[in-house]
């Protein structure tokens, strides 16, 4: 009895193996997708949380999780948002980095410099992996980080100061045109417009060429852009039918969220959706307009029914276009 057990266990064994194998990344992916594929936890810490401008504050990203075949990688991480080399200078500490796959653990530490006196926090972070038992894209966040950060001090403005070298007199002066340009007159120079052609011919056929195989080939931002861009239509085709049930409007709702914006969430819930787009920068009475749908449709779908079937079905139609009007839709 054990050594059929044992047998078996070998099979799933080398059956899990060749599965991780032969599992490969989607071609079409969100486009700060950090490369990883499994089921990851994402959180970060810093440390001081009180420096002068310009003064290292240490980062540690911890990344929790468990994956064989795409694993973390600093240089596929795409965890900072845009607006963070705006207040910060970053800067890679690898040397500090601990890996330790066989307990699903991977820390990765960053050196970041406050630009400015007026900074008040470290952006959140967000990792973008590929979960294989659902074959979706998934997103882990980190909250953002709240720091202090002071003028600099009369002392450290004076070790700042650099050792100017001035330069030579003849770094100034200008060289005559006799000693640039010699012309012994016996090779001339063709026509200035022969020259003017021969530069822009090949750039301009270079340039035609790639606009040509740019709309045969599109990248996949501008795939992945065509494909959101028909979620809202999608969605309001759904809901042109009169007799369409509470169900299928706010499924309609939630299927357009994850397309449009990558929710996560399969059935998310009044207070998921309000989180996650505040998250993603939208406006207070978007979030608040969206949660109060959703609680429309639950109290139809499982308290006593009314009547409100068509005024819920023209608010889903309302939102959708509050919703890609919304600043986030342009993230």
């Not at 340039?207 to 931002?221: A, G, T």
Request: aromatic share 10%.
């Amino acid at each position: 009895m054990s050594s059929k057990l044992c047998a078996s266990f070998v099979s799933l064994c080398l059956c899990g193996f060749f599965q991780t194998e032969d599992f490969t990344l989607p071609s079409v992916a969100p486009k700060n997708f950090s490369q990883l594929a499994g089921k990851f936890t994402l959180s970060a810490s810093a440390t001081p949380a009180k420096v002068r401008v310009e003064e290292p504050v240490t980062l540690t990203v911890r990344i929790v999780g468990q994956a064989d075949k795409y694993p973390p990688q600093r240089g596929m991480l795409h965890l900072f948002p845009e607006e963070l080399t705006a207040d910060f200078y970053v800067e890679d500490a690898d040397d500090k980095d601990k890996h330790d796959p066989v307990k699903g653990l991977w820390e990765f530490v960053y050196r970041l410099r406050p630009k400015r006196a007026d900074v008040k926090a470290i952006p959140g972070l967000r990792l973008v992996y590929f979960a294989p038992d659902r074959k979706k894209f998934q997103t882990s966040f980190a909250d953002e980080i709240p720091i202090t950060v002071t003028e600099k001090t009369e002392k450290a403005l004076a070790e700042l100061q650099l050792n100017v070298v001035p330069a030579p007199p003849g770094f100034y002066s200008m060289a005559s045109v006799e000693e640039v340009v010699y012309q012994d007159g016996r090779t001339p120079l063709p026509p200035t417009w022969l020259l003017g052609v021969a530069v822009a011919a090949p750039l301009l056929v270079c340039f035609l060429w790639y606009r040509r195989w740019r709309r045969l080939h599109p990248s996949i931002q501008e795939a992945r852009r065509n494909l959101r861009s028909r979620a809202a239509q999608t969605a309001l085709a759904q809901l042109e039918n009169e007799s369409v049930p509470v169900e299928r409007t706010r499924a309609a709702v939630s299927e357009f969220l994850r397309q449009r914006f990558d929710l996560p969430a399969n059935e998310p819930t009044p207070a998921e959706v309000a989180r996650f787009l505040r998250r993603l920068g939208a406006d207070k009475a978007t979030v608040l307009a969206c949660a109060n749908f959703l609680q429309k449709c639950d109290a139809q779908r499982f308290g006593p029914k009314t009547a409100e079937t068509a005024t819920l079905r023209d608010d889903a139609s309302r939102l959708i276009h509050v919703l890609e009007a919304s600043p986030c839709a342009a993230r």
